[in-house]
């Protein structure tokens, strides 16, 4: 990542969390800048080795009203299921093997309504074509100009639904799993599971048009608006969805597809 240097940056770096640079291999997660007097800021997690880099990346955010979370590796961010959902997901060079694609495949999934970078010192483009495909949003030369992450974040802040509160009293059973919209909440099995804001909105709009199905654009247009996400995006969200709602994931009951028409939820009750 590449920073303009001012004083009131390197002062911003000082308030920071103590304790990164002294021994950053043991340290997971760090919640480097509170968040801002921005409410509605955008929160970028930034996974990157570089503990020093990722403090004083995130004193540069923070006048910028972006909260950013550090993680030190690909493993460490799967592995942080408490993390806050993140707007914009930025990781640097964290390798090519199989292994590390792997990761950042399941990082996709995990996180399907997030904006993807991918920073990297070089790469062919068969492999930059690869990791498009397969949901990455952008990937970027290192070091990344501080500008084009702001850019980024100002895009993400566009995309951001602005409706996405449910409507009141939507509370409903699919199967075994009861769903709450207005805590964005599945309970399924005795184990309580969050939604994020896009997964409260598409489950608001596929159930008030229970057992019909929503066209694929249509839904698309209604999770995000003004932003135009890869062809991947809609699919990672439908995922993460069946994995939250679904007893058996890889064959839906409920979240079903409908082929030429678009996705359905079916077997919904009101009466809870």
């Known amino acids: 990542m590449s920073l303009p240097s001012s004083p009131s940056h390197s002062h911003a770096g000082a308030s920071a969390r103590r304790g990164d640079d002294d021994a950053p291999a043991r340290s997971a997660v760090a919640r480097l800048v509170r968040p801002t007097d921005h409410g509605s800021g955008v929160h970028l997690v930034y996974v990157a080795r570089d503990s020093l880099a990722a403090r004083e990346l995130a004193a540069f955010c923070a006048g910028h009203g972006i909260d950013v979370t550090w993680i030190a590796s690909l493993p460490e961010a799967l592995a942080a299921g408490a993390l806050r959902t993140p707007d914009l997901l930025h990781v640097c060079d964290a390798g090519s093997t199989p292994e590390h694609v792997e990761a950042l495949r399941a990082l996709r999934v995990a996180h399907p309504q997030a904006f993807l970078v991918f920073e990297t010192w070089r790469m062919s483009t068969a492999s930059q074509v690869r990791l498009l495909d397969m949901g990455v949003d952008a990937v970027v030369a290192t070091p990344c100009p501080v500008e084009l992450l702001l850019a980024f974040a ?78 991947r995006s809609l699919d990672m969200l439908l995922v993460a969805l069946r994995r939250k709602l679904e007893a058996q994931p890889s064959q839906p009951r409920h979240l079903v597809t409908v082929p030429g028409a678009g996705y359905s939820l079916r077997h919904v009750h009101f009466d809870v």
């Not at 409903?172 to 599971?193: C, S």
């Not at 997964?199 to 135009?228: F, I, K, M, T």
């Open 154 to 231: 100002r895009k993400v802040g566009r995309s951001k639904p602005s409706a996405v509160e449910p409507r009141p009293g939507r509370r409903f059973r699919i199967g075994e799993t009861v769903v709450d919209l207005d805590a964005r909440t599945a309970m399924r099995a005795g184990v309580l599971l969050r939604l994020t804001p896009r997964e409260s909105q598409a489950l608001d709009a596929l159930a008030a048009r229970a057992e019909q199905p929503v066209g694929r654009a249509e839904l698309s247009q209604l999770l995000w608006q003004r932003y135009h996400p890869s062809s």
